[in-house]
C-alpha cells in the first residue's frame, strides 16, 4: 500500500482533487514525494507545506538534486518559503496569501 501512495505523489498525472486528497491524508514520507516535483502550483505547495513541516522546509531550501529547486511560475518557489516562515512566526494553520 505505502508503494502506491509513493507512486502516486510521484506521478505528475495524478488528478489534482487525488492529489489534494493525498495531501490531506499522507504521513510524513509520502509528503516528502510531491515536495521534490517541479508541477506543483502555489496552492498545492502551500497545502502541502501546511501539513508537513519536513516538506516545507524542503521546499524553501531545496537540494541541489531536488527538481523543485528549478525556476518555476512566480511565487511558486516561494510557497514552501511563505508557509514555514508562517509557522516559525506562530502561525500554524493559518493560511498565506502568495
Not at 16 to 38: F, I, Y
Request: charged residues 20%.
Amino acid at each position: 500500500m505505502k508503494a502506491t501512495l509513493l507512486g502516486h505523489a510521484a506521478n505528475p498525472a495524478l488528478p489534482a482533487d487525488l492529489l489534494a486528497r493525498l495531501l490531506d491524508t499522507a504521513d510524513e514520507e509520502v509528503l516528502g514525494v510531491p515536495a521534490r516535483r517541479a508541477d506543483l502550483d502555489a496552492a498545492q505547495l502551500s497545502a502541502l507545506a501546511a501539513r508537513s513541516t519536513a516538506a516545507a522546509v524542503s521546499l524553501a531550501h531545496p537540494k541541489p538534486s531536488d527538481r523543485r529547486g528549478q525556476p518555476g511560475p512566480a511565487g511558486e518557489r516561494d510557497a514552501g518559503a511563505a508557509v514555514l516562515s508562517g509557522r516559525q512566526a506562530g502561525l500554524a494553520g493559518t493560511h498565506i496569501a502568495i
